[in-house]
């Protein structure tokens, strides 16, 4: 019937040609669109450093001199400890909320679009459903980068200001510049970024987006309550705890263990992450096999979550 | 006009407040399965669970018997384990329903049919309230007795009736219905009123909103005043108020035993817990009459 009606009309209209679209011109406009729709992604980090900066700056203005004197009065080693510690605090705080905004991000991805029906509308583009996954899945990495960027920044600015009060105060700015090496705190963070947060979890991404493409209601009950419930139920069953092991491995990252290997140290100095450096061990990273089978993992959630796509419409 | 009105006003039924409450509640239970389904599929699994573990274990508890004292916690400990993740899953399933909430119906566009109904804003809003501070702890109640009752019936199969004499189940299960309702219901009010503002209020990312800037004002006093104030009263909202100090945290087997209701109803922090629960409702029912579909 409805070839009939158009064979007439589409032998007057010459043929369209579709215009041909690389595949990375179109994964970038995918990823633009994911940016321009989740405003969060880069929001969030943003408005955390900016309010870090508001609080550091009313603690070195309100308290004037004050709690550098304190400072300047301890022991070197423990002086080290005192003043890193609001950088530390600074970037903790920072990639927290970049990780709890990727981990959200991831389970809205696909099933939002779903929801609010605006799926019908990006199917009907010629991209293709992997194209769509790989740039949703790249977002979350994506933003673990740019708030390491912002960490950055963040932590430039607060030395800046910190010297600038402590010369206004009269109290010499060497000792900040001395104890804090920001350049080695930054190598420490990119190494911590790129090997945890970008390549460990990737799986974790990967099941969320996967989780967020299947479920039809309550995506976050359906990421989380499996999880929890196996473990559970095993510990019930056969009062044993592998599951439970393997998850926290799977979060703690294969760093940990390294850590262990000091820990007086790092309890001492009053933060770990100062002493990262000497336990800095790309070649041991790169050789775990739980690193490689994550990714693999990894890479079948994504293929999952963009066959199912094809198939689901609008909830 | 007047005549208009009057016949509006007559041809429409009256339907009494309290019918329209327990209308909307239920549908807030039709729409949201997972509030039901949640509690009852990981009490399933905790009796599949226990089934196995009486099959593989009950040899062992013949052969070898421990002393009473042993016996005690020994017998208990899976009938606290069970009702501790009961409770923790339908925790998950209530933050993330009063989060979705006043949210989900924006986002699908349904609002424009429920606000099309003669149900105020008012009573709409109380409804979604009462899923997470009536109806799931007292679901997850049931839920939790029912699947006790079953490990029970599984453990006297397994173990004989001297499982019996080591279980006080009728405490126990007085100690879990006063943990749930006041806790996870009435000392949580604030949270939950916080929840579901957070969901009426946000255009995207309602979790978000709701947890980034608690997180944001706890960091920001550390490094502004290197003090955590903020913090501490957040702990306190969360885990006290069971005996009143914000020491005691409530973790533990002891959590089940205590039920000083009266002692409970007298703390004034549960008081303003409920004004500040009560600020958040009435601004969310505030954003509900302003905010139209996102």
Redesign the interface.
């Known amino acids: 019937m409805n070839t009939q009606s158009s064979t007439p009309e589409s032998s007057a209209i010459p043929p369209i040609v579709p215009v041909v679209i690389s595949p990375v011109r179109l994964l970038y406009w995918s990823i633009q669109r994911e940016l321009w729709e989740?405003?969060?992604i880069y929001i969030?980090p943003l408005?955390?450093a900016s309010?870090?900066l508001?609080?550091?700056l009313?603690?070195i203005i309100?308290?004037p001199g004050h709690?550098m004197a304190t400072v300047l009065s301890l022991p070197p080693a423990k002086q080290q400890a005192a003043i890193a510690l609001?950088y530390e605090?600074?970037e903790?705080?920072i990639m927290?909320?970049a990780f709890?905004?990727g981990l959200?991000y991831c389970l809205?991805a696909l099933h939002?679009e779903r929801?609010?029906r605006s799926i019908l509308f990006w199917k009907s583009l010629p991209v293709s459903d992997l194209t769509t996954v790989l740039s949703k899945a790249s977002v979350p990495f994506l933003l673990i980068l740019l708030s390491f960027a912002i960490t950055v920044a963040t932590q430039f600015i607060m030395l800046l200001l910190s010297s600038a009060v402590t010369l206004g105060s009269g109290l010499s700015a060497a000792v900040v510049w001395r104890q804090l090496s920001l350049s080695r705190l930054w190598l420490m963070l990119l190494y911590h970024v790129v090997t945890v947060h970008v390549l460990w979890y990737a799986p974790l991404y990967g099941w969320l987006l996967l989780v967020s493409a299947w479920a039809r209601?309550?995506a976050?009950?359906w990421a989380?309550?499996p999880l929890?419930?196996i473990g559970?139920?095993?510990?019930?069953?056969?009062?044993t705890t592998h599951f439970a092991h393997w998850l926290a491995y799977r979060f703690s990252g294969p760093e940990a263990f390294n850590f262990s290997a000091s820990p007086g140290v790092s309890a001492e100095a009053g933060g770990m992450s100062m002493n990262m450096i000497t336990s800095l061990n790309p070649g041991k990273f790169f050789s775990t096999p739980g690193l490689w089978i994550g990714l693999a993992v990894a890479a079948a959630f994504l293929y999952a979550a963009a066959r199912l796509r094809r198939y689901r419409g609008p909830i | 006009m007047t005549t208009g009105a009057t016949t509006l006003s007559a041809s429409t039924p009256r339907v009494s407040a309290w019918r329209q409450f327990s209308w909307s509640v239920r549908r807030e239970i039709w729409e949201?399965?997972?509030i039901y389904l949640?509690p009852l599929?990981?009490g399933v699994?905790?009796v599949?669970?226990?089934a196995?573990?009486v099959m593989?274990m009950a040899p062992r508890l013949h052969t070898a018997p421990l002393d009473p004292v042993q016996q005690h916690p020994a017998v208990e400990a899976?009938f606290i384990?069970?009702s501790l993740?009961l409770m923790?899953?339908t925790m998950?399933?209530s933050v993330?329903y009063s989060v979705d909430a006043l949210y989900?119906e924006r986002?699908?566009r349904s609002v424009m049919f429920w606000k099309s109904m003669p149900v105020s804003d008012t009573i709409t809003v109380l409804a979604k309230l009462s899923i997470p501070m009536l109806m799931l702890p007292l679901l997850t109640f049931a839920v939790t007795f029912a699947t006790q009752f079953f490990m029970l019936l599984l453990g006297l199969m397994g173990a004989g009736t001297r499982l019996w004499a080591h279980l006080g189940l009728l405490q126990m299960w007085w100690g879990e219905f006063f943990h749930l309702v006041a806790f996870h219901g009435i000392w949580w009010a604030p949270f939950w009123g916080w929840f579901l503002l957070a969901s009426a209020w946000a255009r995207?990312?309602p979790?978000?909103w709701s947890?980034?800037p608690p997180?944001?004002i706890g960091?920001?006093?550390?490094?502004?005043?290197?003090t955590s104030h903020f913090a501490n009263w957040l702990l306190f909202r969360f885990v006290g108020g069971m005996n009143g100090p914000p020491q005691a945290y409530p973790m533990s087997t002891g959590m089940l035993m205590s039920g000083n209701a009266l002692g409970f109803f007298l703390n004034i922090h549960l008081w303003t817990g409920f004004a500040m629960c009560a600020v958040f409702l009435a601004l969310a029912v505030r954003l509900r009459q302003q905010r139209g579909p996102v």
């Open positions: 989740n405003r969060s969030a408005a955390a309010f870090l508001v609080g550091f009313i603690g309100a308290l709690r609001p605090i600074a903790g705080l927290a909320t709890f905004v959200y809205d939002g929801r609010d209601r309550a976050f009950l989380v309550l929890l419930a559970f139920v095993e510990k019930i069953a056969f009062n | 949201n399965r997972s949640v599929g990981v699994l905790i599949i669970a226990t196995i573990n593989q899976p384990f069970a993740l923790f899953s998950v399933v993330f989900g986002r699908d995207r990312a979790l978000l947890t980034l997180l944001a960091f920001g006093e550390k490094i502004a005043f290197g």
